[in-house]
């Protein structure tokens, strides 16, 4: 599954604090399923809650918040055209002085188209989501994590940004 690399990615860069100790931020994987058709193909869907826990964490709430719109946008946009529109559910547990757990539930689904080779074996590849009209209209043109973090930056790519908490 590609999609928890890729946001765990955005997390790290976009939060401040969260790149200075990554251990600090873990992903989990529930409820997984696979759906399939009986049509002789072998493309597939997962479907899963990627449980997000940010521990002891003592910025701004919003800080976290706001990327993870952001990033739900591009990745996952089904979930801003739900009623209500709920696109993730989270807890959180107060501790000591600023500091809390924060954990937070996204529904995703990735889609995977699978191809026979005509020499035996399959090719597997993980689809991109159907675009769709812009959800945060006026931001034309821009990806909402370049707004984030003023950078060009491809989700799907490892790259190294300062800590800028």
Avoid at 56 to 74: H, K
Avoid at 98 to 108: F, K, Q, T
Wanted: proline residues 7%; glycine residues 6%; charged residues 25%.
């Amino acid at each position: 599954m590609k999609k928890p690399e890729g946001l765990k990615r955005l997390l790290l860069a976009a939060v401040p604090g969260l790149a200075a100790d990554p251990t600090r931020l873990a992903m989990f994987i529930d409820k997984g399923k696979l759906t399939t058709r009986a049509n002789g193909s072998l493309s597939f869907e997962y479907s899963y809650t990627l449980n997000i826990v940010v521990q002891d964490y003592s910025g701004e709430i919003d800080a976290l918040m706001v990327p993870l719109i952001a990033w739900v946008a591009e990745q996952q946009p089904d979930l801003l055209e739900r009623d209500p529109r709920e696109p993730f559910t989270f807890e959180s547990e107060i501790l000591d002085g600023d500091a809390a757990d924060v954990s937070i539930d996204l529904e995703l689904t990735e889609a995977v188209r699978v191809v026979r080779l005509p020499e035996g074996g399959y090719t597997a590849t993980h689809l991109d989501e159907p675009s769709r009209d812009d959800a945060f209209p006026g931001v034309c043109g821009v990806n909402l994590w370049q707004l984030l973090l003023r950078e060009d930056m491809n989700p799907a790519s490892t790259i190294a940004v300062p800590d800028r908490g």
